[in-house]
């Protein structure tokens, strides 16, 4: 670590944080005369907040100044003497440090339960002793290097650094070392593997998204200026002609006020688009008296049709519900299908599927005002949904800002896959996609699956609706983000 290098943080800032984790951790030495010695050389050699946490950790229960300031040392070079510690620590410390980068899904008590069977495994593969509760030892004995947090609503775990991670990949690039750590990273990849149940996804066929036509919905110039339409969602009517249900956001010419609502086009072919008049759910409740957005329609019996949808009053964004007899008059019904009790987070882009009678699953977008991530619920009635799981969270190269859009696709051989939108840290807009066996766990799929530049005005699109045509062609419809604005799309997927 370069010292020389210039800091981040200024000398008074480093001390009110130093101060800060010396009363949160309640060090042994904290009224000791050489206290203030301390604070003074911490600020001055440890350069950032974390390296002042793990120095703090690590001297907690020491009351010696000659120990203290030796430690102080070790925590300026924090990757170098982690990697050293991580390769000296007993199995079930290094299978807890592995897991957490390694594991998409960061729930706390996703990773708790595959820890718990991994830790089970290896003990039953390796005949080793392991304490009688490996978890709570390990969240008690890496609380320096860990950090828990809830963005949402459940309680999520991650390194508290990226140094954590280096330090780790440091421990495993040292060839000459002579540590357990390579063996249990290689139990460790098999037991992944058999995560998703030792399915082979490339055997699935490659996929071929190519842009087909648009846009395909016109706007038009009336005394409330056309903005954007956006979230297409196209289905088949048993007639076999095609619905697209899309939202018209306007902006009225002097108010300068927007408004969203959901309206509704009619095709032979689902290429050639004509507008129905009318509007299929309108902005009069108070729940969506703002915005009706990002229409999802399942068929949920013989005569009855539900679309799932996004509403909003101007603040929160929530998921509510409306059905119907002949996808063109809706009755909304009572009540919210999805929200977050937390009020700076709200949901949005639902997609539902109906696997039983008794049997729904919904995926669907949470954010803040930081990020975006998909998380799923399931109903037994499409009405009343259980705790929200994160499924697929932000943070990969294509995705570093946030994940939305879920758009759900099975396979015949038991495979499923989400498409989804990933922002990048440039702020551009893709289409990405994630894989499963059984609904609950997804990996995150390598590189792009689609991406459409008209010219360098072109900001992103994102997939909303797919449409199958016959066995392995589907017609998905997209959003087009081109000149601050947002028009529908279609192409063609092959498999």
Not at 61 to 89: A, P
């Amino acid at each position: 670590m370069n010292h020389g290098k210039e800091m981040s943080y200024s000398q008074h800032r480093l001390k009110i944080i130093f101060e800060n984790y010396r009363d949160l951790y309640d060090v042994k030495w904290r009224d000791q005369e050489f206290s203030k010695i301390i604070k003074e050389k911490a600020s001055q050699k440890l350069i950032a907040p974390h390296n002042i946490r793990f120095f703090i950790q690590r001297t907690k229960d020491l009351s010696n100044l000659e120990e203290i300031l030796k430690q102080l040392e070790v925590s300026c070079e924090i990757v170098q003497e982690l990697s050293k510690e991580m390769k000296r620590y007993k199995p079930y410390g290094q299978i807890f440090l592995l897991l957490i980068p390694r594991l998409e899904v960061r729930n706390k008590n996703a990773i708790k339960e595959f820890y718990t069977k991994a830790i089970k495994s290896f003990r039953e593969e390796f005949n080793i002793r392991i304490p009688l509760k490996p978890w709570e030892v390990c969240m008690d004995k890496f609380d320096s290097i860990i950090e828990l947090y809830q963005p949402i609503t459940s309680e999520y775990i991650r390194y508290g650094h990226p140094s954590y991670t280096e330090a780790l990949h440091h421990a495993l690039e040292d060839h000459k070392a002579s540590n357990d750590l390579y063996q249990v990273d290689s139990f460790l990849s098999n037991l992944l593997k058999g995560k998703f149940n030792d399915q082979d996804f490339s055997k699935i066929p490659d996929l071929q998204l190519e842009y087909e036509k648009g846009p395909l919905i016109e706007l038009e110039e009336f005394f409330e200026e056309p903005f954007l339409t956006i979230t297409p969602f196209v289905i088949k009517l048993d007639n076999g002609k095609y619905r697209m249900f899309y939202t018209n956001v306007k902006r009225n010419k002097y108010t300068k006020i927007l408004k969203g609502y959901i309206a509704s086009a009619l095709s032979d072919d689902g290429l050639n688009w004509k507008k129905e008049e009318g509007k299929r759910i309108n902005n009069d409740t108070q729940l969506d008296s703002k915005y009706s957005f990002a229409p999802n329609i399942i068929k949920v019996k013989k005569n009855q049709y539900r679309m799932y949808y996004v509403g909003s009053d101007g603040g929160k964004y929530r998921i509510l519900s409306a059905v119907s007899e002949d996808t063109l008059d809706w009755q909304k019904e009572e009540g919210i299908r999805k929200n977050f009790d937390n009020f700076n987070v709200s949901v949005s882009t639902p997609h539902v599927i109906k696997k039983f009678d008794n049997h729904y699953i919904m995926f669907y977008c949470g954010f803040d005002k930081f990020t975006y991530q998909i998380f799923k619920s399931e109903s037994s009635d499409g009405l009343n949904w259980t705790e929200d799981t994160l499924i697929i969270p932000y943070g990969s190269e294509l995705d570093f800002l946030g994940v939305q859009d879920p758009t759900f696709l099975e396979y015949p051989e038991g495979f499923y896959r989400i498409f989804y939108t990933g922002a990048d840290g440039n702020s551009d807009y893709r289409v990405l996609s994630a894989m499963s066996t059984d609904l609950n766990l997804w990996k995150k799929e390598k590189g792009i699956r689609f991406s459409y530049k008209k010219d360098e005005k072109t900001q992103g699109v994102h997939l909303t609706s797919l449409v199958k045509i016959k066995e392995g062609k589907y017609r998905f419809y997209f959003q087009l983000y081109y000149q601050n604005t947002y028009s529908i799309h279609s192409g063609i997927l092959n498999f």
